[in-house]
């Protein structure tokens, strides 16, 4: 294993924070409040054994904590290439790896962790005002999002220095 990948607790569904439990940290002059990257981590989706296949299932509010508003997923990545570069000011997103493999790397902006994702019974919590960019994409892999909101421009931030001063309220 890479020794750049951090060791992180793995969740059960019983573990989990509701995200209005995660909406804690440094009150930034956006009004928003940013939340460390010990609140991102990953988490075990229940798996159903069968000799005819695998079955795994996700229910929001009760697997991940949030109710699921948009699902999407990325697919035939370019080799090289990098997908995210952004954060959400308020959207709680899991991150799957369906097919393959891909590395998602997380900054607070402050300190970044780096994750690899190639389970598909395996998700990534990642809270609002979290920096993130995919990288690493194996060939043929899928990442499925798990998203709280449906679509919305206005919470995005797209320029890294305008998302670190909002994180550290400066």
Same mark, same amino acid.
């Given at each position: ?14 573990? *989990? /924070?509701?995200?209005? &439990?995660?909406?804690?940290? +440094? ?6 409040? #940013?939340?460390?990257?010990? =609140? ?54 899991? *991150? /799957?790896?369906?097919? &393959?493999?891909?590395?998602? +790397? ?6 970044? #962790?780096?994750?690899?994702? =190639? ?52």
């Amino acid at each position: 294993m890479n020794d750049r990948i951090k060791d992180v607790q793995l969740l059960t569904p019983n573990e *989990l /924070i509701r995200p209005e &439990g995660l909406l804690h940290g +440094v009150h930034g002059m956006s009004g928003g409040y #940013t939340t460390p990257l010990s =609140n991102c981590r990953i988490m075990y989706f229940p798996k159903i054994h069968d000799p005819a296949g695998n079955l795994t299932f996700i229910e929001g509010g009760n697997h991940i904590p949030f109710d699921i508003a948009r699902t999407y997923y990325l697919y035939d990545v370019p080799g090289g290439s990098s997908r995210g570069s952004h954060a959400h000011k308020g959207l709680h997103q899991v *991150l /799957i790896a369906m097919s &393959g493999s891909f590395d998602v +790397v997380l900054d607070d902006g402050t300190h970044q #962790t780096r994750y690899h994702l =190639n389970r598909s019974y395996c998700g990534l919590y990642i809270c609002p005002m979290i920096w993130r960019r995919l990288e690493n994409f194996s060939s043929g892999s899928v990442c499925m999002v798990l998203a709280s909101q449906t679509y919305d421009e206005a919470d995005y931030i797209r320029d890294y220095d305008e998302f670190r001063q909002a994180a550290l309220g400066k």
